[in-house]
């Protein structure tokens, strides 16, 4: 049975059915097209700010980040005692450590003197921080105090820093009522909670934030030995530790952000049913074209079931025409999904791609879409009766 | 016509009678509504038979052919077809049985996406044991022998009626049925195309010493028959020979 579906013996009657009915073929793909776009573009959105929400803390340069247990996302990051991070180099597999401060404070556009919030990473200069190794030799000049380095992925409302910078003027602006001195620009990009990000030393951090108490920081990086197991040492951490600290692998620091978005927000709630709207769309119009087209070829199914036809071939007929339509319908919508992903890059920042995953998921949700209206439609084919058509 | 010569598993088994129909009776509705269509019919067609069914409309011939054909239910008596009861046969059983009985009706009934050639592959392709280029050069032979060689890849929508016809014959025969059924074949054709395409059908049926029952309402082709029965309110009046 299986071998006679693949090696395609006998008429293609589904394919034909298909092409020589050229209007109807246009608009079923159309549809499917049409609900596979909307699917790549919701779950694509729906990725996209969630692989968004986490652009800085892929950066980092860590094996196990620690944070305050009362931290709930990189928007509100509560501080713990610097202590704590010193503490974990008590352990044989800890390389090396690097305290930062993160906050988000208020930049004023040097160009409209409008303010808007920021994040800004407060380190030691001489310390790691991101695995990208241009940064050190830029962070040189933090040591001067009220220097910062500008991420020139923020977005443009807060001004042409970067522009400014590259033709050689001095950028100087105010965060939080402080002049501070564009020194160099990084290239980090903007994510969910933060339209655009800074760098600055520890000093120059705490100077905008005179209120930060002493010894207290919001991050903690853990650097380990080449191949030590970080599992390991966050269980190690986490006995050795007090509850005033959460110890997560840099993989935990990544999904607790995302799963803030996902689970305290309605964002992932919102593009699904999105998607879901696609798909249901999409099935409609799919079961309106195979029914259709089933009802008006209900005399030649039964001149066929006449001659000796099973049932179940004809049926099969039906099938195959679904996943013909899932096939075709797909090919389109995944090249326009590429486009629009492209468009959507270009315009909002956000890192959307089309990744296999998605992909997959869409290719297997048409093919749902298509299955299921054959298989409603199928119904119809049933009602041929052969002893109607003398 | 070697591709055409009858094949060897068709031959032999119950060439006496290939059909056989005692007291068949036959209603359509139910209750107050239930309207005797067949009485007590006896026919059989022998092996290689033309056999001409007429009569008025609404007689019964379109129900018999329908039985005979397996496409329908029999609610009492005994038909038998190649020697298998078709009483209380199931879908399935009257499924397979549909494959060795061709069939022509009154519209054409050709699938309208498929070229001439593919709705005589239909036909073909019920037969099993052939690959499918030895299906297809049947198929090609077969419009050969109907006389349509040269509108294999015409769509039934280019064809003029008795071509549409002729390729329904096609489409019958190639399936290799051992009985054929037509049901006014001729309607929708003028008596000189009328007149061919039956002659035709009764010269290849011949060939293939498949047995053929015809209803029909013309009477200007009523001499191809070997027998002529007639039909009344359900009854079958004696056969005139």
Redesign the interface.
């Known amino acids: 049975m299986i071998g006679r579906f693949l090696s395609g ?3 293609p ?1 589904a394919s ?2 298909l ?3 050229p209007v109807r073929l246009a608009v079923a793909l159309a549809g499917i097209s049409f609900a596979g776009i909307l699917m790549f573009m919701q779950l694509g959105f729906r990725d996209g700010l969630f692989d968004a929400s986490v652009t800085v803390h892929r950066l980092f340069d860590a094996d196990i980040v620690l944070i305050s247990p009362r931290s709930t996302s990189s928007v509100s990051m509560a501080g713990f005692p610097r202590r704590r991070l010193v503490q974990t180099m008590a352990l044989p597999e800890v390389e090396g450590i690097t305290p930062v401060h993160w906050n988000l404070l208020l930049w004023r556009n040097p160009q409209t003197r409008g303010t808007r919030s920021i994040l800004a990473l407060g380190f030691e200069p001489g310390d790691p921080l991101f695995v990208d190794p241009t940064l050190a030799p830029k962070a040189q000049v933090l040591t001067q105090k009220g220097r910062v380095l500008f991420d020139e992925k923020s977005r443009p409302e807060f001004g042409p820093v970067a522009e400014w910078f590259r033709d050689g003027r001095i950028v100087e602006s105010e965060i939080s009522g402080k002049r501070v001195r564009v020194a160099g620009l990084i290239e980090l990009g903007s994510s969910f909670g933060a339209d655009g990000n800074l760098l600055t030393s520890s000093e120059t951090f705490l100077e905008l934030l005179p209120n930060t108490p002493p010894g207290s920081i919001e991050v903690g990086l853990v650097r380990l030995q080449q191949g030590t197991d970080a599992e390991a040492v966050v269980e190690k951490l986490n006995a050795l530790l007090p509850e005033d600290v959460t110890v997560l692998t840099k993989q935990g620091f990544i999904d607790f952000e995302q799963n803030y978005w996902r689970t305290s927000t309605s964002i992932g709630f919102i593009f699904t049913l999105g998607a879901a709207m696609g798909f249901v769309v999409g099935c409609v119009i799919v079961y309106q074209v195979l029914y259709s087209d089933v009802s008006d ?1 209900l ?2 199914y039964a ?9 179940r071939t004809l049926l099969g007929v039906v099938v195959r025409e679904g996943l013909l339509l899932a096939l075709f319908g797909y090919l389109p919508a995944y090249a326009a999904g590429q486009g629009l992903y492209l468009l959507v890059r270009s315009a909002t920042a956000l890192p959307v791609a089309m990744d296999f995953s998605r992909a997959m998921t869409v290719f297997s949700m048409i093919l749902v879409m298509c299955m299921a209206s054959a298989g409603l439609a199928m119904r119809r084919l049933v009602d041929a009766d ?2 109607e ?2 | 016509m070697t591709v055409l010569s009858y094949p060897a598993q068709y031959q032999g088994a119950d060439v006496v009678s290939t059909v056989k129909i005692e007291n068949l009776s036959h209603w359509y509705g139910r209750g107050s509504m239930r309207r005797q269509v067949l009485q007590s019919v006896d026919l059989q067609i022998a092996a290689g038979e033309v056999v001409l069914l007429t009569g008025p409309s609404g007689c019964g011939k ?1 129900t018999l ?2 039985l005979i ?1 397996a ?2 239910q029999v609610q009492q008596g005994d038909v038998r077809v190649f020697g298998q009861q078709l009483q209380g046969a199931g879908r399935g059983q009257r ?7 061709g ?1 022509i ?2 519209g054409h ?1 050709l ?4 070229t001439a050639e ?1 709705n005589v ?3 073909a ?2 037969l099993e044991g052939f ?2 280029r030895g ?1 297809r050069d049947q198929a090609r032979e077969w419009l050969r022998a109907v006389g349509l060689e040269d509108h294999l890849s015409k ?1 039934p929508q280019d064809l003029s009626g008795g071509q549409k016809q002729r390729v329904a014959i096609a ?1 019958a025969l190639a ?1 290799r049925p051992q009985l054929l059924l037509a ?1 006014e074949p001729t309607a929708a054709l003028d008596s000189g195309t009328g007149r061919e395409v039956v002659e035709l059908l009764k010269r290849l049926a011949r060939e293939q010493a498949c047995s053929v029952l015809m209803v029909t309402h013309d009477p200007r082709i009523l001499d191809v028959a070997d027998r002529l029965v007639k039909m009344e309110d359900g009854r079958l009046l004696q056969a005139i020979e």
Not at chain 1, 303 to 311: D, E, F, I, V
Not at chain 2, 95 to 101: E, T
Not at chain 2, 111 to 114: D, E, I, N, Q, T
């Open positions: 013996r006998g008429i009657l034909l059915m092409v020589r009915q070829h005399p030649e001149t066929l079931m006449a001659m000796g036809y099973k049932l052969p002893a058509i003398f | 379109t052919l329908s054909g496409l329908r499924q397979l049985l549909r494959r060795r009985i069939m009706f009154q009934n699938l309208r996406c498929l593919q592959q239909m036909g392709d019920l690959s499918y299906r769509l489409r399936a049901d």
